[in-house]
């Protein structure tokens, strides 16, 4: 007798949540969308990536850290991906080190080349310390689109 038992794919390891953030003056917040690491795929030290509103409209993109980096650092960070090639920038600390705000230029690929790629790959390096992980992109366009329509709420 032959038993076959189906077994459930497991679910995407993340998807991207939406959330306020609490911004640096009292009573003021921004929304944001995030979508947790890989874990198989990233160091224990990455948690994954952040797209927040902004103050005058902007985007921001950030790398969320466990471990934390001094918050006067400014690591290189290195961005991956199959579509876009790799691309590495100059970044400075968030959120008393706990994330890495990315240049004003990378908000553009989360606003574009992003929303078709499969998943990022991030590294980010502080004297020598180097954290690396991964992250899954899929559903970002429409997680974006959300974003924005938040942005001035």
């Not at 947790?36 to 921001?60: N, Y």
């Not at 390096?125 to 997680?143: F, Q, W």
Request: hydrophobic share 40%; net charge neutral.
């Amino acid at each position: 007798m032959i038993c076959l038992v189906q077994v459930a794919s497991p679910a995407p390891t993340s998807v991207w949540r939406f959330s306020r953030i609490q911004g640096p003056k009292e009573g003021e917040s921004f929304a944001a969308i995030t979508k947790t690491a890989e874990t198989m795929q990233s160091d224990p030290d990455f948690a994954g990536l952040i797209v927040r509103c902004a103050p005058h409209g902007k985007i921001d993109v950030l790398v969320a850290l466990i471990r934390p980096f001094p918050p006067k650092s400014h690591p290189k960070v290195t961005l991956s991906s199959a579509t876009g090639g790799t691309l590495t920038f100059e970044a400075s600390m968030a959120a008393a080190g706990a994330a890495v705000l990315l240049p004003d230029e990378v908000s553009a690929f989360a606003a574009g080349k992003w929303q078709t790629t499969p998943s990022l790959s991030v590294v980010v390096k502080e004297s020598d310390s180097e954290i690396k992980g991964m992250v899954g992109l899929n559903g970002l366009r429409e997680a974006y689109h959300s974003l924005l329509t938040n942005c001035g709420q």
